[in-house]
């Protein structure tokens, strides 16, 4: 097994289908790295939701906390 | 007991933690195969007597034009079992095969149009190979849009098993269509059954590429289940101790 061009430039060129080649290349791991990478996005995006979540509910009950004070008969 | 197997594979929280360990063996053994595949295929592979080189665009074609393929299978069969079973965690994986077959039918489209161009003079032809392809395409996109067309999530995963088993029909044409139509795409170069029309030199990197979209394929079909199942079962309390990174432990299946 040989590499089977003469130089990198043959090797980006390859006989004027380079651009072909590359481009289908380029593409296809584009694409797959989208794939690969998409669940961790959801990932980071369902974990800052349950923060926000968890951040809502703990206002909800320093309110609810506070307003019972409040009413508390002295 | 016989068809216990069966119940747990039915669980999400059992499908995560089984699937926890599998995913590093997973992204390295796709990521090694399809990195040597390409190198091997874009640097060593000879060149093709009568293409030249952009003949070497089979090596992600072919994978891709294969998974497209396969992918259908998977998500159509998920479809029927959830439908049939009543199984969730089956609907969840029929849309994460949704996704990755767009992907991969769109791949294999666009590597074959960009190899149409020097091959054949033109990036498009209606032909039967490509227009079913298109056609395999559009039923993936078809399924992705109906799961996110209704409120209800049930609804939405039947209507989609649905479409999904109907567009089945068009597997068998696209295998044939190269055989049943004249059409400029060749017909095909490995066979399991005779000796394939392709060089050993030629074939080796191929099927180290085929065997890395495989394996690629089961680590992405796998990670967007997980995430699924994590958005879907966000409530309970096994998901919001994975969000914290609490270690779960190996309770009932649940």
């Known amino acids: 097994m040989q590499f089977q061009f003469d130089s990198l430039t043959a ?21 797959l790295a989208a794939v690969a990478l998409y669940p961790r996005l959801q990932r980071r995006r369902l974990q800052r939701e349950l923060e926000r979540q968890r951040r809502i509910e703990s206002r909800r009950r320093s309110v609810q906390a506070s307003r019972a004070r409040e009413t508390e008969p002295a | 007991m016989a068809w216990q197997w069966f119940h747990r594979l039915g669980s999400p929280r059992w499908f995560y933690q089984k699937t926890s360990a599998w995913m590093p063996w997973l992204a390295l053994a796709s990521l090694l195969l399809i990195g040597a595949g390409s190198i091997w295929g874009l640097g060593f592979a000879p060149e093709d007597a009568k293409q030249g080189n952009s003949y070497r665009i089979i090596y992600i074609h072919v994978p891709a034009a294969f998974l497209a393929l396969a992918g259908y299978y998977i998500m159509a069969i998920s479809g029927a079992i959830g439908l049939i079973w009543k199984m969730k965690l089956s609907f969840v994986v029929m849309r994460a095969a949704a996704t990755l077959g767009a992907v991969l039918t769109f791949i294999a489209l666009f590597t074959g149009a960009v190899w149409g161009k020097p091959t054949w003079g033109t990036y498009w032809v209606w032909d039967a190979r490509i227009t079913s392809m298109l056609i395999l395409f559009f039923l993936y996109i078809g399924v992705i849009a109906l799961s996110h067309a209704f409120s209800r999530e049930q609804v939405a995963d039947k209507a989609c098993a649905l479409l999904a088993l109907v567009g089945t029909v068009n597997i068998p044409i696209i295998y044939k269509s190269v055989d049943w139509w004249f059409t400029l795409h060749q017909p095909a170069t490995i066979k399991f059954t ?45 998901v919001q101790q994975v969000m914290r990174g609490e270690s779960l432990s190996e309770g009932k299946a649940g």
């Open chain 1, 11 to 31: 090797f980006l060129y390859m006989d004027g289908h380079g651009i072909f080649v590359w481009a289908a290349y380029g593409v296809t791991f584009a694409a």
């Open chain 2, 194 to 238: 005779q000796q394939s029309s392709i060089d050993p030199s030629m074939f080796y990197p191929l099927l180290t590429m085929i065997i890395g979209f495989y394996c690629l394929y089961a680590w992405t079909l796998i990670a967007h289940t997980r995430e699924k199942i994590l958005q879907r079962e966000w409530r309970t309390s096994w």
